[in-house]
C-alpha cells in the first residue's frame, strides 16, 4: 500500500488548496479519496467511480467537514439489519424491564406500609393455595376408593363367568381421568407456591431497600433545610 509522508502531504494539500484559492470560481470544498492501490487522492469533485466508496470533504484548512462513508453491499447492509433488529429488540426488553421494575416498586410502595404487611400478605395467599392442595388431595383419596371399589364389581362380575357392564369399564376411564387432573393441579399448585416463596421473598428485600432509600431521602432533605 502506498502511503503519503506527512510533510509531503501537507504541502500537496496545502498546493492544492491554495491553487483552488487563485481560481476564479468561489471555493466549495476540497474532496478526498483513496484508489484501490491505498493511494491518497485530492480534488474538487470525487470520480464516480470511487463515489460508492468511503470519501471526504475538506474545507480550505485541510479540517474534514463531512465523510461519507463506504456503501454497503447486499449482504453487509442486510448483516447490518439484522444487527439493528437485535438491537432494538434489546433495548425494547430492557425498557420493559424497567418499567416493570417501577411499576412493582410503586405497588410495592403504595400496598405496603410495612415488612410485616407483606408477611401477611404472603402467608393468606399460601394459606389459600395450601387449601386447594389438601382439597385435591381429598378429592384423589375419595377417587382412589372408588376406582378400587368399581374394580372390586367388576372382577366379582367376571369371576362368575359374565360379562361386566360397559359402565362400569366407562367409569373406570372416567375416575382415572379425575385422578390425573387432581395429581396434575397438585403438582402446579405446588410449583405456584415455590415460585410465590420466591417472589415475596425478593419483594421482601426489595421493600426494605425501597424503604431505606426514603428514609435517606428524607433525611438529606431535612439537612438542607
Given at each position: 500500500?502506498?502511503?503519503?509522508?506527512?510533510?509531503?502531504k501537507?504541502?500537496?494539500?496545502?498546493?492544492?488548496?491554495?491553487?483552488?484559492?487563485?481560481t476564479?470560481?468561489a471555493?466549495?470544498g476540497?474532496?478526498k479519496?483513496?484508489?484501490?492501490d491505498?493511494q491518497?487522492?485530492y480534488?474538487?469533485?470525487?470520480?464516480?467511480?470511487?463515489?460508492?466508496k468511503?470519501?471526504s470533504?475538506?474545507?480550505?484548512?485541510?479540517v474534514?467537514?463531512?465523510?461519507?462513508e463506504?456503501?454497503?453491499?447486499?449482504?453487509?447492509q442486510?448483516?447490518s439489519?439484522k444487527?439493528?433488529?437485535?438491537?432494538a429488540a434489546e433495548n425494547?426488553?430492557?425498557?420493559i424491564?424497567?418499567?416493570k421494575?417501577?411499576?412493582?416498586?410503586?405497588?410495592?410502595?403504595d400496598t405496603?406500609?410495612t415488612e410485616n404487611?407483606?408477611?401477611?400478605?404472603?402467608?393468606?395467599?399460601?394459606?389459600s393455595?395450601?387449601?386447594?392442595?389438601?382439597l385435591s388431595?381429598?378429592?384423589?383419596?375419595?377417587?382412589?376408593?372408588?376406582?378400587?371399589?368399581?374394580?372390586?364389581?367388576i372382577?366379582?362380575?367376571?369371576?362368575?363367568?359374565?360379562?361386566?357392564?360397559?359402565n362400569?369399564?366407562?367409569?373406570?376411564?372416567?375416575?382415572?381421568?379425575?385422578l390425573?387432573?387432581?395429581?396434575?393441579?397438585?403438582?402446579?399448585?405446588n410449583?405456584?407456591?415455590?415460585e410465590?416463596?420466591?417472589?415475596?421473598n425478593?419483594?421482601?428485600?426489595?421493600?426494605r431497600?425501597l424503604?431505606?432509600?426514603?428514609?435517606?431521602?428524607r433525611?438529606?432533605?431535612?439537612?438542607?433545610?
Amino acid at each position: 500500500m502506498f502511503i503519503i509522508n506527512t510533510c509531503f502531504k501537507r504541502q500537496l494539500l496545502n498546493g492544492i488548496i491554495v491553487g483552488f484559492l487563485f481560481t476564479p470560481y468561489a471555493y466549495a470544498g476540497l474532496n478526498k479519496w483513496v484508489d484501490e492501490d491505498g493511494q491518497v487522492h485530492y480534488g474538487d469533485r470525487v470520480p464516480s467511480k470511487y463515489l460508492r466508496k468511503e470519501h471526504s470533504l475538506l474545507n480550505e484548512q485541510g479540517v474534514t467537514l463531512r465523510t461519507s462513508e463506504a456503501h454497503k453491499t447486499e449482504k453487509e447492509q442486510t448483516e447490518s439489519q439484522k444487527k439493528q433488529k437485535l438491537e432494538a429488540a434489546e433495548n425494547k426488553k430492557r425498557l420493559i424491564a424497567s418499567r416493570k421494575k417501577a411499576l412493582r416498586d410503586r405497588v410495592l410502595l403504595d400496598t405496603f406500609t410495612t415488612e410485616n404487611d407483606l408477611m401477611i400478605a404472603r402467608d393468606a395467599r399460601l394459606d389459600s393455595i395450601d387449601s386447594q392442595i389438601s382439597l385435591s388431595e381429598t378429592l384423589i383419596k375419595n377417587d382412589e376408593t372408588k376406582l378400587s371399589n368399581i374394580k372390586g364389581r367388576i372382577d366379582s362380575i367376571e369371576k362368575t363367568g359374565r360379562v361386566a357392564p360397559e359402565n362400569l369399564h366407562n367409569e373406570i376411564i372416567s375416575v382415572g381421568r379425575q385422578l390425573e387432573n387432581n395429581y396434575a393441579f397438585i403438582e402446579d399448585k405446588n410449583n405456584e407456591r415455590e415460585e410465590l416463596v420466591e417472589t415475596f421473598n425478593q419483594d421482601v428485600k426489595r421493600f426494605r431497600q425501597l424503604q431505606k432509600e426514603k428514609r435517606e431521602a428524607r433525611k438529606k432533605l431535612l439537612e438542607q433545610q
